[in-house]
């Protein structure tokens, strides 16, 4: 359906076929373009702190698996204080995210086929002196860099945005320093080649070279989420 964009006096905008056939008066138009954006909003999934259209995952671009295990990373949650020292495998409700996988495989009646996924953890140390807005924009610039790319599932960071987005990431979380000025950040990727991918672009290269500048310690750690046939068992590994 094109847009007749031509204004008449005293018309309103009109709808038409290609054909030019069947208009639509604005009520109807109205009425239209919000189903239009309602069918798109149900495939766009939030999956950082970042909400606006760019940030956001569309579901379309997965296939089933990284589609489910996309959604289920919507309910992760950080189970303690010591989440910038503490080990991975214990920060964060695992268990419930793989019954989510479970639930949705079983929703869409899917068989699912089991897959790894590349984890990243970036531990980090900030100094007084940094600025955590500086951080902020950095932080997004590469999130919606990191989107664009492709394959990239969660972003976990607690509270204070800092540079996982900016070295490699489906799902996105990060921290709040703790009193040291220890945080860590996380990025779930459909894979350790989307990832590379995602970290190649001027808003990650930005992000790179400031953090020896705004960080006094940080390390990347690699790990492999393992979802088994119909989810029937799931680990956590060093990615080797």
């Not at 018309?11 to 798109?40: C, H, M, N």
């Not at 995952?57 to 990373?73: H, R, T, Y």
């Not at 989107?147 to 599932?153: P, Q």
Request: one cysteine or more; a neutral charge.
């Amino acid at each position: 359906m094109a847009i007749q964009h031509q204004v008449l006096q005293g018309a309103v905008p009109v709808f038409t076929t290609p054909v030019g056939k069947a208009t639509v008066t604005d009520s109807t138009q109205g009425v239209l373009i919000s189903k239009a954006l309602r069918d798109e909003a149900k495939d766009l999934l939030i999956i950082s702190p970042y909400t606006e259209r760019e940030h956001l995952l569309d579901l379309k671009s997965l296939d089933m698996e990284n589609a489910i295990l996309a959604q289920a990373l919507s309910h992760l949650k950080c189970l303690r204080p010591d989440y910038a020292t503490a080990p991975y495998i214990d920060i964060f409700n695992w268990g419930e995210i793989i019954e989510q996988v479970k639930r949705l495989a079983q929703q869409e009646e899917h068989s699912w086929k089991g897959r790894s996924f590349f984890v990243v953890a970036f531990r980090s140390q900030i100094p007084p002196t940094t600025v955590y807005e500086d951080l902020g924009t950095l932080d997004k610039a590469a999130h919606a860099e990191a989107i664009s790319s492709g394959g990239f599932l969660k972003y976990v960071s607690l509270r204070v945005a800092n540079a996982c987005n900016a070295l490699t990431k489906i799902r996105y979380w990060f921290g709040s320093p703790d009193k040291d000025g220890k945080n860590l950040a996380t990025c779930v990727w459909r894979s350790q080649e989307d990832a590379r991918k995602g970290g190649i672009g001027p808003a990650h290269r930005r992000a790179a070279t400031a953090a020896r500048d705004l960080y006094s310690h940080w390390k990347i750690d690699r790990h492999r989420l393992i979802i088994h046939d119909n989810v029937e068992s799931w680990e956590i590994t060093d990615w080797a």
